[in-house]
């Protein structure tokens, strides 16, 4: 064993009922701004929820502008909204766009500069305003650290927006709330957390605590959906929660790998949700990981004997498609390119060129 670091500074609450430990979290403060997209928040009743609550005593501005895959101009109109309606604290309530945005909109509140200006700086001039996370889904695990993807839309591009001080202060995690999305989003956020805590896994830049929480998450994951039918049984909504926010915290530490960068390609350019693309992807990933023999992988196929998980039943009920209905052979060969030049294949542990990735996406 190496030496290593490792760090998960969020105060998370987790299980049914969770939601009303937001009462006490945000008792301190006046103005609250909440982020989210345009649906959920009506959906769940949870605008509802917060109105009720805070009836009276605080003030609520809510920001729901946020799209999926949320765009830099969406982060730079959030941080003035936040600034002009002076919120002092922000409550980020969604899946991983709306939980995104809001780190990323809690640094433009306080650090009035252009997005690239920023970004390209090392660390925030101001400290960020506070963030409480809410997920809705299981999948990006981002209530547990400091990534914020945001899309350049003009490059087709998606950027990681991340500064040491963006961290969620807290983080609710209700399993309840999960009960409001259909089968087929559910299933894409799970592949998106089991492919995390994968890559994860096999990265570079894993260590003993990232691995102990990613082998935790996949057995979670995989388990699950082995033993069960009813995704929505509250047995199975509470582990894949939590197996989504140990997979957040998974790549925290360790970063993803070139299989991120390939679904990156398919969300950007064909507008596939990024857990059914990472899904979609991720039988191909796995053969070149066997073909170059990655010692550490071969945990993940006996992971899934171990449980007797069928990928491709669960693939069909996601109603994920294959590559080749999906893109032209020269969309195939711009994809792997593309992913190639992606930071994530840094974090990969093989080198291959773009004749070896094409073969065994098929």
């Known amino acids: 064993m190496e030496g290593f670091v490792f760090r998960s500074p ?9 939601m009303e430990e937001i009462k006490g979290i945000l008792e301190p403060y006046k103005s609250v701004g909440v982020v989210s997209g345009k649906t959920a928040i009506e959906k769940t009743g949870f605008r509802s929820f917060l109105e009720e609550t805070f009836s009276g005593s605080k003030n609520l501005s809510f920001y729901s502008q946020v799209e999926e895959n949320p765009s830099i101009n969406t982060i730079i109109r959030g941080g003035k909204f936040m600034r002009e309606s002076k919120c002092d604290v922000i409550l980020a309530f969604g899946g991983g766009s ?10 433009f509140a306080t650090n009035h500069e252009g997005f690239y200006d920023l970004h390209y700086k090392k660390e925030l001039p101001k400290p960020p305003l506070p963030v409480l996370a809410v997920p809705t889904t299981c999948g990006t695990g981002s209530e547990m650290n400091a990534y914020s993807i945001i899309t350049d839309t003009e490059k087709l591009d998606k950027i990681n927006f991340s500064k040491e001080g963006m961290f969620p202060k807290w983080a609710v995690l209700d399993p309840g709330l999960l009960r409001t999305l259909d089968e087929k989003t559910l299933l894409a956020t799970v592949f998106d957390a089991f492919t995390h805590a994968m890559e994860g896994f096999i990265s570079t830049k894993a260590n003993p605590f990232s691995d102990m929480a990613a082998m935790t998450s996949m057995e ?8 069960t039918d009813d995704l929505t049984s509250d047995d199975a909504l509470m582990n894949f929660m939590y197996a ?5 915290v998974v790549i925290l530490h360790t970063g993803t790998t070139l299989l991120h960068a390939l679904g990156y390609y398919l969300t950007n ?16 990933y796995m053969q070149m990981l066997s073909d170059k023999s990655v010692q550490k992988f071969g945990v993940v196929p006996a992971v899934f004997s171990k449980h007797g998980f069928d990928m491709q039943k669960w693939l069909d009920r996601l109603g994920a498609e294959s590559l080749d209905n999906t893109l032209s052979d020269d969309e195939k060969l711009e994809m792997v390119k593309y992913a190639l030049a992606k930071p994530n ?5 093989f080198t291959a060129d773009e004749d070896f990735v094409l073969e065994r996406l098929g």
Do not use: Q, Y
């Open 244 to 248: 989504s926010s140990l997979a957040g």
């Open 10 to 18: 969020v105060k998370a609450h987790f299980g049914f009922g969770a």
């Open 98 to 107: 709306p939980l995104d945005a809001a780190k990323s909109i809690a640094a």
């Open 345 to 349: 294949t840094k974090l990969t542990p």
């Open 220 to 227: 979670l994951i995989a388990s699950t959906l082995a033993s």
């Open 269 to 284: 350019r064909k507008g596939i949700h990024h857990g059914t693309a990472n899904a979609m992807l991720l039988e191909g």
